[in-house]
């Protein structure tokens, strides 16, 4: 860290505070200006956030970390990450990975009919919520274990793997054992207790960005999955809050290249909650492909008319088949397989 000091201090001054410098584990080297000095503190800093403590001495003006707060998450720690779930490959440039399926699973016809329209254009996965996090307490709140249950027949019949929301540290085993990959939403990407003991089963974790979380606190929270010895985080882009309402959330395409600069997990977009209409999801797919992500996660309801959550964000098959035809070229321009 760099600690600066106030204007015009006495030579006795400034070897006080790089005395404390000292006493806190780091070595201390004066740069002297003409009219202010700074202090740069030797040491690591990551695990080391008590030199803050020095803004508080009269002599300092301020105190600038120079690290970034996240260790293991950064692109400095390693190469690329490639998270393995249920044989699938995903991140490092392998094939673009697409997860589709309903925003919540409502019964075996309707699962099932989803499932084999995603199957049939190559997804990978089948997303859906048996445990929602919805706004308001009257609203359908999800399967439960049921819901857990269809996702796993599904899995069985159509040979997709299965991506399921984890709300409550209490359903954590519940979920683990019917999911290859535990969702985090939104509204828990910053519940860290929530969040360390989904990365204590090992299976992969799906860490969707908060709706007001900066790009470093997202990768803060994805550091908590791995600090807890769980390599396997993939990051998810879902739109953050801003002041457009012409969309339900801004998504936010520029933190997924900032992520993908920033640190070697993979990322994928999730364009339904990202824009919450069906009419701008194929646009935002293409520019998710053409940007390198490393896959998507989109919302397909057989019949979005009668979803019984996020009705206007589903696209149904015909408009998935659309998309997943659209996204080849996209694919190529980075030179990504399909
Ligand atoms: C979802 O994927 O259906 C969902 C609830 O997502 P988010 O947490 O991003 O709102
Ligand atoms: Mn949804």
């Not at 720690?77 to 998270?83: E, F, L, N, S």
């Not at 044989?87 to 019964?107: L, N, Q, R, Y």
């Not at 299976?203 to 960005?209: D, G, V």
């Not at 457009?244 to 339904?272: I, M, Q």
Request: net charge neutral; proline share 5%.
């Amino acid at each position: 860290m760099i600690i600066v000091l106030k204007p015009g201090l006495a030579a006795a001054q400034i070897d006080e505070v790089a005395a404390e410098v000292a006493k806190l584990g780091y070595e201390p080297r004066v740069i002297r200006g003409e009219v202010q000095s700074v202090i740069a503190a030797i040491g690591d800093e990551r695990t080391h956030q008590n030199l803050q403590s020095l803004a508080t001495l009269a002599e300092v003006e301020q105190v600038i970390p120079v690290q970034k707060r996240y260790k293991l998450a950064s692109r400095e720690a390693r190469g690329d990450t490639v998270v393995k779930a249920r044989g699938v490959e995903i991140g490092a440039g392998k094939a673009f990975c697409v997860m589709a399926g309903p925003c919540s699973v409502e019964s075996r016809e309707q699962l099932f009919a989803a499932a084999k329209a995603v199957k049939a254009q190559g997804a990978a996965f089948l997303r859906g919520g048996a445990f929602k996090p919805r706004t308001s307490p009257y609203e359908f709140q999800g399967l439960g274990e049921a819901g857990l249950q269809l996702l796993a027949a599904a899995r069985d019949e159509f040979d997709l793997g299965v991506v399921t929301e984890v709300l409550a540290e209490k359903d954590v085993d519940l979920v683990a054992r019917y999911a290859d990959i535990l969702q985090i939403g939104t509204r828990n990407a910053q519940n860290f207790g929530l969040i360390t003991a989904a990365a204590k089963t090992g299976l992969p974790i799906l860490l969707k960005r908060g709706m007001a979380m900066k790009v470093e606190e997202w990768l803060l929270a994805a550091e908590y999955v791995l600090a807890a010895g769980n390599p396997n985080v993939i990051l998810c882009e879902r739109g953050i809050r801003t002041f457009e309402t012409y969309t339900r959330n801004t998504l936010d395409l520029g933190a997924v290249a900032a992520v993908k600069r920033e640190s070697h997990l993979p990322v994928v977009v999730d364009p339904s909650q990202g824009c919450g209409r069906a009419d701008m999801v194929v646009e935002l797919c293409k520019a998710a492909a053409a940007l390198n992500a490393d896959g998507l996660l989109i919302e397909v309801h057989p019949n979005p008319a009668e979803a019984w959550s996020d009705a206007a964000q589903q696209v149904d098959p015909a408009r998935f088949a659309a998309l997943m035809a659209a996204l080849p070229p996209f694919l190529r321009a980075v030179g990504r397989p399909a």
